[in-house]
Protein backbone atom coordinates (compact mmCIF):
# COMPACT_ATOMS: atom_id res chain seq x y z
CA UNK A 1 0.00 0.00 0.00
CA UNK A 2 2.82 2.47 1.07
CA UNK A 3 4.39 1.60 -2.72
CA UNK A 4 1.29 2.47 -4.33
CA UNK A 5 0.80 5.54 -2.64
CA UNK A 6 4.52 6.35 -3.67
CA UNK A 7 4.13 5.60 -7.25
CA UNK A 8 1.16 7.53 -7.43
CA UNK A 9 2.87 10.56 -5.81
CA UNK A 10 5.43 11.00 -8.65
CA UNK A 11 2.07 10.86 -11.15
CA UNK A 12 3.09 7.04 -11.95
CA UNK A 13 0.71 3.97 -12.16
CA UNK A 14 1.28 0.75 -10.84
CA UNK A 15 0.41 -2.11 -13.19
CA UNK A 16 2.14 -5.28 -11.01
CA UNK A 17 -1.13 -5.37 -8.76
CA UNK A 18 -3.23 -8.36 -8.75
CA UNK A 19 -6.22 -9.24 -7.21
CA UNK A 20 -4.57 -11.20 -4.24
CA UNK A 21 -2.58 -8.22 -3.67
CA UNK A 22 -5.67 -6.10 -3.84
CA UNK A 23 -8.15 -8.21 -1.43
CA UNK A 24 -6.11 -8.18 2.11
CA UNK A 25 -5.51 -4.51 2.15
CA UNK A 26 -8.73 -3.39 0.35
CA UNK A 27 -10.30 -1.51 3.17
CA UNK A 28 -6.91 0.01 4.64
CA UNK A 29 -6.68 1.61 1.35
CA UNK A 30 -10.02 3.06 1.05
CA UNK A 31 -9.15 4.28 4.64
CA UNK A 32 -6.02 6.22 3.60
CA UNK A 33 -7.06 7.00 -0.12
CA UNK A 34 -10.05 8.55 1.04
CA UNK A 35 -7.91 10.46 4.15
CA UNK A 36 -5.49 11.64 1.34
CA UNK A 37 -8.34 12.99 -0.65
CA UNK A 38 -9.87 15.04 2.12
CA UNK A 39 -6.42 16.94 2.74
CA UNK A 40 -4.79 17.28 -0.80
CA UNK A 41 -8.88 17.98 -2.42
CA UNK A 42 -8.31 16.21 -5.43
CA UNK A 43 -8.94 12.63 -6.93
CA UNK A 44 -5.95 9.93 -6.50
CA UNK A 45 -5.74 7.47 -9.77
CA UNK A 46 -4.83 4.10 -8.72
CA UNK A 47 -4.38 2.08 -11.53
CA UNK A 48 -8.12 1.64 -11.79
CA UNK A 49 -9.13 0.72 -8.65
CA UNK A 50 -12.33 2.55 -6.45
CA UNK A 51 -13.44 2.26 -3.40
CA UNK A 52 -17.00 0.73 -3.90
CA UNK A 53 -18.02 2.20 -0.27
CA UNK A 54 -16.73 5.13 1.81
CA UNK A 55 -15.82 4.70 5.34
CA UNK A 56 -18.51 7.11 6.64
CA UNK A 57 -21.05 4.78 5.33
CA UNK A 58 -18.91 1.45 6.26
CA UNK A 59 -19.05 2.74 9.76
CA UNK A 60 -22.91 4.07 9.25
CA UNK A 61 -23.46 0.64 7.94
CA UNK A 62 -21.62 -1.01 11.22
CA UNK A 63 -24.30 -2.32 14.75
CA UNK A 64 -22.22 -0.86 17.27
CA UNK A 65 -22.15 2.65 15.68
CA UNK A 66 -24.85 5.03 17.65
CA UNK A 67 -24.18 8.37 15.54
CA UNK A 68 -27.60 8.29 12.81
CA UNK A 69 -27.78 10.22 9.53
CA UNK A 70 -31.25 11.00 9.34
CA UNK A 71 -32.55 10.41 5.65
CA UNK A 72 -29.41 8.84 4.47
CA UNK A 73 -28.96 5.04 3.51
CA UNK A 74 -26.93 2.74 5.56
CA UNK A 75 -25.03 0.39 3.12
CA UNK A 76 -23.55 -3.27 4.25
CA UNK A 77 -19.87 -3.39 4.17
CA UNK A 78 -18.01 -5.83 1.35
CA UNK A 79 -17.80 -8.47 3.82
CA UNK A 80 -21.62 -9.27 4.31
CA UNK A 81 -22.53 -8.34 0.66
CA UNK A 82 -20.51 -10.88 -0.40
CA UNK A 83 -21.51 -13.90 2.17
CA UNK A 84 -24.95 -12.23 1.20
CA UNK A 85 -24.27 -12.94 -2.05
CA UNK A 86 -22.87 -16.39 -1.45
CA UNK A 87 -25.67 -17.52 0.15
CA UNK A 88 -28.08 -16.69 -2.30
CA UNK A 89 -26.22 -18.21 -5.11
CA UNK A 90 -26.26 -21.44 -2.89
CA UNK A 91 -30.50 -21.31 -2.43
CA UNK A 92 -30.86 -20.69 -6.01
CA UNK A 93 -28.83 -23.97 -6.94
CA UNK A 94 -30.27 -26.06 -4.63
CA UNK A 95 -33.71 -24.51 -5.90
CA UNK A 96 -32.33 -25.48 -9.45
CA UNK A 97 -31.71 -28.95 -8.52
CA UNK A 98 -35.23 -29.64 -6.92
CA UNK A 99 -36.93 -28.32 -9.75
CA UNK A 100 -34.74 -30.51 -12.18
CA UNK A 101 -35.65 -33.82 -9.86
CA UNK A 102 -39.25 -32.73 -9.53
CA UNK A 103 -39.02 -32.87 -13.76
CA UNK A 104 -37.86 -35.73 -13.90
CA UNK A 105 -39.86 -37.43 -11.25
CA UNK A 106 -43.01 -35.74 -12.82
CA UNK A 107 -41.63 -37.31 -16.30
CA UNK A 108 -41.48 -40.91 -15.08
CA UNK A 109 -45.03 -40.53 -13.46
CA UNK A 110 -46.56 -39.51 -16.63
CA UNK A 111 -44.43 -42.73 -18.31
CA UNK A 112 -45.93 -44.93 -16.02
CA UNK A 113 -49.69 -43.79 -16.25
CA UNK A 114 -49.18 -44.25 -20.44
CA UNK A 115 -48.26 -47.62 -19.92
CA UNK A 116 -50.62 -48.64 -17.28
CA UNK A 117 -53.51 -47.54 -19.54
CA UNK A 118 -51.55 -49.70 -22.73
CA UNK A 119 -51.71 -52.77 -20.48
CA UNK A 120 -55.33 -51.94 -19.51
CA UNK A 121 -56.61 -51.62 -23.19
CA UNK A 122 -54.45 -54.84 -23.77
CA UNK A 123 -56.08 -56.44 -21.19
CA UNK A 124 -59.70 -55.51 -22.47
CA UNK A 125 -58.72 -56.16 -26.09
CA UNK A 126 -58.92 -59.73 -27.04
CA UNK A 127 -57.40 -59.38 -30.18
CA UNK A 128 -54.29 -58.41 -28.91
CA UNK A 129 -54.41 -60.74 -25.37
CA UNK A 130 -53.87 -64.51 -25.91
CA UNK A 131 -55.81 -65.57 -22.75
CA UNK A 132 -58.90 -63.67 -24.51
CA UNK A 133 -57.52 -65.18 -27.84
CA UNK A 134 -58.31 -68.65 -26.52
CA UNK A 135 -61.65 -67.33 -25.48
CA UNK A 136 -63.08 -66.69 -28.08
CA UNK A 137 -65.24 -69.49 -28.50
CA UNK A 138 -66.98 -67.99 -25.62
CA UNK A 139 -69.29 -65.37 -27.03
CA UNK A 140 -70.00 -64.53 -23.36
CA UNK A 141 -67.09 -63.53 -22.76
CA UNK A 142 -65.68 -61.89 -25.50
CA UNK A 143 -68.93 -59.82 -25.09
CA UNK A 144 -68.11 -59.13 -21.58
CA UNK A 145 -64.36 -58.14 -22.48
CA UNK A 146 -65.90 -55.31 -25.07
CA UNK A 147 -68.31 -53.91 -22.73
CA UNK A 148 -65.66 -53.48 -20.21
CA UNK A 149 -63.48 -51.71 -22.80
CA UNK A 150 -66.75 -49.88 -23.99
CA UNK A 151 -67.34 -48.79 -20.33
CA UNK A 152 -63.86 -47.43 -19.89
CA UNK A 153 -64.22 -45.44 -22.69
CA UNK A 154 -67.19 -43.96 -21.87
CA UNK A 155 -66.33 -43.29 -18.44
CA UNK A 156 -63.45 -41.19 -19.85
CA UNK A 157 -65.82 -39.29 -21.88
CA UNK A 158 -67.84 -38.31 -19.11
CA UNK A 159 -65.17 -37.23 -16.82
CA UNK A 160 -63.99 -35.04 -19.98
CA UNK A 161 -67.31 -33.54 -20.20
CA UNK A 162 -68.22 -32.92 -16.25
CA UNK A 163 -64.64 -30.89 -16.66
CA UNK A 164 -66.43 -29.04 -19.16
CA UNK A 165 -70.01 -28.76 -17.84
CA UNK A 166 -68.14 -27.62 -14.08
CA UNK A 167 -66.11 -24.60 -16.30
CA UNK A 168 -69.04 -23.46 -18.01
CA UNK A 169 -71.31 -23.25 -14.72
CA UNK A 170 -68.43 -21.42 -13.44
CA UNK A 171 -68.61 -19.08 -16.09
CA UNK A 172 -70.57 -15.66 -15.86
CA UNK A 173 -72.95 -16.25 -18.62
CA UNK A 174 -74.42 -19.16 -16.77
CA UNK A 175 -74.15 -17.38 -13.84
CA UNK A 176 -77.16 -14.45 -15.57
CA UNK A 177 -78.70 -17.12 -17.37
CA UNK A 178 -80.04 -18.22 -13.75
CA UNK A 179 -80.76 -15.05 -12.73
CA UNK A 180 -82.82 -14.21 -15.58
CA UNK A 181 -84.42 -17.80 -14.83
CA UNK A 182 -84.87 -16.80 -11.14
CA UNK A 183 -87.09 -13.33 -12.41
CA UNK A 184 -88.98 -15.12 -14.97
CA UNK A 185 -90.02 -17.43 -12.49
CA UNK A 186 -90.35 -14.64 -10.12
CA UNK A 187 -92.83 -12.57 -12.69
CA UNK A 188 -94.64 -15.50 -13.46
CA UNK A 189 -95.80 -16.35 -9.66
CA UNK A 190 -96.78 -12.53 -9.90
CA UNK A 191 -98.94 -12.68 -12.75
CA UNK A 192 -100.62 -15.57 -11.01
CA UNK A 193 -101.40 -14.09 -7.98
CA UNK A 194 -102.68 -10.44 -9.89
CA UNK A 195 -104.94 -12.99 -12.33
CA UNK A 196 -106.66 -14.74 -9.09
CA UNK A 197 -107.32 -10.85 -7.70
CA UNK A 198 -109.09 -9.80 -10.51
CA UNK A 199 -110.98 -13.31 -11.20
CA UNK A 200 -111.82 -12.35 -7.28
CA UNK A 201 -112.85 -9.06 -8.05
CA UNK A 202 -115.21 -9.66 -10.92
CA UNK A 203 -116.87 -11.91 -9.09
CA UNK A 204 -117.74 -10.32 -6.13
CA UNK A 205 -119.11 -7.63 -8.27
CA UNK A 206 -121.57 -10.19 -10.36
CA UNK A 207 -122.72 -11.46 -6.85
CA UNK A 208 -123.16 -7.94 -5.83
CA UNK A 209 -125.37 -6.90 -8.60
CA UNK A 210 -127.66 -10.30 -8.63
CA UNK A 211 -128.67 -9.26 -4.69
CA UNK A 212 -129.95 -6.05 -6.20
CA UNK A 213 -132.23 -7.56 -9.18
CA UNK A 214 -133.61 -10.57 -6.81
CA UNK A 215 -137.38 -8.32 -6.12
CA UNK A 216 -137.50 -7.93 -10.20
CA UNK A 217 -137.03 -11.76 -10.97
CA UNK A 218 -138.73 -13.78 -8.18
CA UNK A 219 -140.63 -16.02 -9.59
CA UNK A 220 -143.20 -16.63 -6.56
CA UNK A 221 -143.69 -13.07 -6.88
CA UNK A 222 -144.96 -13.10 -10.47
CA UNK A 223 -146.56 -16.57 -9.87
CA UNK A 224 -148.83 -14.42 -7.40
CA UNK A 225 -149.37 -11.36 -9.93
CA UNK A 226 -150.77 -13.07 -12.29
CA UNK A 227 -153.00 -15.15 -9.70
CA UNK A 228 -154.49 -12.05 -8.77
CA UNK A 229 -155.58 -10.59 -12.69
CA UNK A 230 -157.21 -14.06 -13.11
CA UNK A 231 -159.69 -13.40 -10.66
CA UNK A 232 -160.13 -10.02 -11.74
CA UNK A 233 -161.38 -11.23 -14.86
CA UNK A 234 -163.30 -13.95 -13.78
CA UNK A 235 -165.45 -11.32 -11.60
CA UNK A 236 -165.84 -9.64 -14.61
CA UNK A 237 -167.09 -11.94 -16.77
CA UNK A 238 -169.42 -12.86 -14.00
CA UNK A 239 -170.84 -9.93 -14.05
CA UNK A 240 -171.27 -9.91 -17.63
CA UNK A 241 -173.55 -12.79 -17.78
CA UNK A 242 -176.07 -12.35 -14.99
CA UNK A 243 -176.78 -8.90 -16.31
CA UNK A 244 -177.13 -9.73 -20.12
CA UNK A 245 -180.83 -11.75 -21.01
CA UNK A 246 -180.46 -14.82 -23.32
CA UNK A 247 -177.90 -15.67 -20.43
CA UNK A 248 -179.17 -18.54 -17.90
CA UNK A 249 -178.25 -18.01 -14.28
CA UNK A 250 -176.63 -21.00 -13.58
CA UNK A 251 -172.95 -19.96 -14.12
CA UNK A 252 -170.64 -22.04 -16.64
CA UNK A 253 -167.35 -23.15 -15.80
CA UNK A 254 -164.75 -20.74 -16.74
CA UNK A 255 -161.72 -20.90 -18.47
CA UNK A 256 -159.07 -18.70 -20.15
CA UNK A 257 -158.67 -19.08 -23.75
CA UNK A 258 -155.04 -19.21 -23.85
CA UNK A 259 -156.08 -22.89 -22.04
CA UNK A 260 -158.32 -24.06 -24.24
CA UNK A 261 -156.99 -26.83 -27.01
CA UNK A 262 -159.97 -25.53 -29.69
CA UNK A 263 -159.16 -22.25 -29.27
Given at each position: ????L??T???T?????????R?????I??DS??G????????????????????T?I??G??????????????????E????I??????L?????????L??R???????????????????????N??????????????????????S?????????E????K????T?????????????????????M????????????????????????P?????????????????W?????S????????????Y???????
Amino acid sequence: AMSLLANTRHGTKSATMTPETRAPSLLIRQDSLSGRTMRNGKNIDVGGVKPLVSRTEIQCGRPGNVRTNAGKPTYKSQEEQYQEIQELRRDLGELRVENSSLKTRSRRLEEDLLRRDRQIEQLMDPAKNDEARRKLTDKGASLVSSLKLRVSRLEATLKEKEAELGKLQASTKATALNEMKIEAETYYQEVRVMGIFFFVSSYSIELIDIDGDDSDSDPDFMFEQEESDDDDDEAEWREGASSSPGMSSTPLPFTYPYHSQSH
